[in-house]
């Protein structure tokens, strides 16, 4: 059954006959300048195959070393989710044959994570809290990334494969939770909301840009389905790199009505993983899914154990940034916003944005009107998130710093940002470029406004008459002529005393 003829079940009767269970495991590509085991560079969007080694391809006799900086944020991750750092952990190979993975096999960790036994408390869109239990955080090499050429991208039907090395070796953490179960119809809502808390939190501790359309965060969701009277959990499929938080929602919820509908037409869920298709927001099957005994985990022999010390442990764990969720807490009470404000602006995904944008320069409430309103419509419109807008929080900061001195109207200013979104460059040199800054000459303004008195002779009629409120079509005509470059507030002074 593929992805376009899939029955699916309404989803409110998925929820009365079934109970779902997740779980999800979340790549992380370390924002180290270098690979896991070798010192080739890691730069997002270089040349195919220009940063591979012998280590890296895996070629006879090359030997790996572990990367320090990698060790130091898989700690501070592990720290940061509340887990035990095992004082000795091991390396392995996990062996699989893929022409993505030169080696044919991934050095990754399996009986002896680094981090182990953690959770994570994630807010929900009503202000409660969902605590996700954390498994293990464990460290690992990026595979390299293949390219398929026709048909429709997938590998089948493709009439070649181009293959990128660039990625493999690149150090990763895999993030791994326990059986999220119990979260009934919010199982979707939940996947989100922890994936959005992790990113957030991840992004924190400046250990990853966590870009998820560029893949240095990536998803999989496991999904399985309980009956109502059942003991056991169901068989899963796993959803591979999902890659927004949207997504992630989206996709939870296709495999839940899915697998529902299979049940329930006395059909058998088939574990293996899936693809999910970002055009429609369903999955299609992939491969069979493997289990830990396909891959032949054993001891990498050429990586010596894991052993930080105590001291050094403790050092990072002194050195954890203001966690997200405490940041917003006091930036809640310096601001002066109400719970249900907050929520609101962490759902959008705004708060940080705002943050930033107030230390760029901006006042609180000027930084958040133009987040949660224009650029919220402007990420709608563009259908993406809004912190992946290409415009910064500095270049917010500056818009708004040009409306409070004056040179710019609002409708101006929204001219601008949407030209810095559009790639035209930076505000000041928009304002320049275009001529936008607010006219102040009042000799052109008065010409303005009594060439549009002129033609409305009635209007005038009733300014004189007292009726200030009529001044405003004049207004609009003055703001017009001037293609919004006029102030407004301006522009109806000099029409009550050319009134008067």
Wanted: negative net charge; aromatic residues 6%.
């Amino acid at each position: 059954m593929t992805a376009a003829t899939a029955e699916l079940m309404d989803y409110d009767e998925v929820i009365e006959k079934f109970d779902p269970v997740m779980g999800l495991e979340v790549h992380v590509e370390l924002g180290t300048d270098t690979k896991m085991f070798c010192a080739c560079p890691t730069t997002f969007g270089a040349d195919p195959n220009t940063q591979v080694c012998s280590v890296c391809i895996g070629l006879p006799g090359s030997l790996p070393v572990a990367n320090a900086k990698a060790i130091e944020y898989a700690i501070r991750i592990g720290l940061a989710l509340n887990c035990s750092i095992r004082p000795s952990s091991t390396f392995a190979r996990k062996n699989y044959f893929y022409p993505d993975q030169p080696k044919n096999y991934q050095i990754s960790q399996y009986d002896d994570p680094i981090a182990y036994e953690g959770y994570l408390d994630v807010a929900l869109s009503d202000g409660t809290t969902w605590r996700v239990e954390i498994e293990r955080a464990h460290m690992e090499e990026d595979t390299g990334k293949s390219l398929h050429v026709g048909g429709d991208g997938r590998i089948h039907g493709a009439d070649h494969s181009l293959l990128d090395y660039n990625r493999a070796g690149v150090p990763l953490v895999e993030i791994v939770t326990k059986p999220i179960t119990g979260a009934g119809a919010r199982a979707p809502e939940v996947a989100r909301a922890y994936v959005t808390a992790l990113r957030d939190l991840l992004k924190s501790l400046d250990v990853s840009d966590v870009r998820m359309d560029q893949g240095s965060l990536r998803c999989d969701a496991n999904v399985s389905l309980m009956r109502k009277d059942a003991v056991e959990f169901g068989t899963r499929t796993e959803t591979k790199n999902v890659n927004s938080l949207k997504s992630v929602e989206v996709a939870v919820t296709y495999e839940m009505r899915r697998q529902a509908a299979v049940l329930e037409s006395g059909g058998e869920v088939v574990q293996e993983t899936r693809h999910f298709h970002e055009s429609d927001g369903t999955t299609s099957a992939g491969r069979r899914k493997e289990t830990a005994e396909d891959y032949r985990y054993f001891p990498e022999p050429d990586l010596p154990p894991v052993q930080p010390d105590s001291a050094w442990v403790a050092e990072i764990r002194g050195a954890l940034p203001e966690l997200p969720w405490v940041l917003r807490a006091r930036i809640q009470t310096e601001w002066g916003v109400s719970d249900e404000v907050m929520r609101d602006l962490v759902n959008v995904g705004a708060v940080d944005l705002i943050i930033a944008t107030v230390e760029a320069g901006a006042a609180p409430e000027a930084a958040r009107g133009w987040w949660v309103s224009f650029l919220a419509q402007q990420a709608n419109t563009r259908g993406a998130e809004l912190a992946d807008l290409p415009i910064t929080p500095a270049q917010v900061a500056t818009v708004i710093g040009l409306v409070d001195e004056g040179k710019l109207t609002t409708k101006l200013a929204q001219q601008v940002a949407v030209a810095v979104l559009d790639g035209e460059g930076e505000p000041e040199q928009i304002v320049a470029d275009r001529g936008l800054e607010v006219v102040r000459d009042d000799s052109a303004l008065q010409k303005a406004v009594d060439e549009a008195l002129a033609a409305n002779p009635d209007i005038a009629d009733k300014i004189r008459g007292g009726k200030v409120a009529a001044a405003g079509k004049i207004v609009g005509d003055v703001m017009k002529a001037t293609r919004g470059q006029a102030d407004p507030a301006r522009v109806k002074e000099l029409v009550i005393a050319a009134c008067s």
